[in-house]
């Protein structure tokens, strides 16, 4: 079975950290761009980062600029986002997204699999 499985959310205080996973199982990632998205309650659903098959290009929303690092190691078949000084507007629940030969020219794109999601809680 194909699919893409996040982990590594969970409920953190105002500037803390999280590191998400997204692992590919039943495929190989490396033709694939992975797209990390979140949707946050009463909003529809908003890529934030996104990098290329070979890694060599990265694209963040501006919101996340700064404070968001994506990465991949193809041979863990993962790719992660590093998420620092968090703040409660990041709270959502945060989907991976892979699209074959892509290149991260835009955060919008029409993926070819979806996780499920891990829920990010921002509060003190």
């Known amino acids: 079975q194909l699919q893409l499985v996040e982990s590594g959310g969970g409920l953190v205080q105002p500037g803390g950290s999280l590191r998400l996973s997204c692992a590919a199982s039943g495929f190989t990632l490396d033709y694939y761009a992975i797209g990390w998205f979140r949707q946050a309650p009463g909003k529809q659903r908003e890529g934030v980062a996104c990098i290329s098959s070979s890694g060599g290009v990265t694209r963040y929303a501006d919101s996340v600029k700064g404070r968001f690092t994506i990465s991949r190691d193809n041979v863990k078949n993962t790719v992660y986002l590093q998420i620092n000084r968090l703040r409660p507007v990041d709270t959502a629940i945060y989907y991976c997204?892979?699209?074959?030969?892509?290149?991260?020219?835009?955060?919008?794109?029409?993926?070819?699999?979806w996780g499920q999601g891990t829920q990010v809680t921002i509060s003190s």
């Open positions: 997204a892979a699209l074959g030969h892509y290149s991260c020219s835009s955060l919008s794109f029409p993926p070819d699999y």
